[in-house]
Nanobody, 121 residues
């Protein structure tokens, strides 16, 4: 089994900052992409940012210059530093990882349970 556990969500005022963390544990031999998605009620889950094992990053336009994704491969952990938050960033944020388990030839997608981020005064 593979588990992704997120932390760091909460309530923050507009203009504030939060840092999300997500660690993959269990039967993990290798991780390819790691990333963050977000979802608001009634809408689809959308990509926020992702990062390859080599550190190449990708961001949705609405967060460029405000959010920074990074990862620690030794700890199987991905981070999302969020600055200059605005109410439109309010959502449940989900961690995502493409994991290869021991003995497997392919990578499979795993998701965290989600963490709520609320930006409000």
């Amino acid at each position: 089994q593979v588990q992704l556990v997120e932390s760091g969500g909460g309530l923050v005022q507009p203009g504030g900052s939060l840092r999300l963390s997500c660690t993959a544990s269990g039967s993990v031999e290798s991780i390819n992409f790691m990333g963050w998605y977000r979802q608001v009620p009634g809408k689809r889950r959308d990509l926020v940012a992702d990062i390859t094992g080599g550190g190449t990053t990708n961001y949705v336009d609405s967060v460029k210059g405000r959010f920074t994704i990074s990862r620690d491969n030794a700890k199987n952990t991905v981070y999302l530093e969020m600055n200059s938050l605005n109410p439109e960033d309010t959502a449940v944020y989900y961690c995502y990882a493409q994991v290869r388990r021991p003995g497997a030839s392919s990578f499979y997608a795993y998701w965290g349970q989600g963490t709520q981020v609320t930006v409000s005064s």
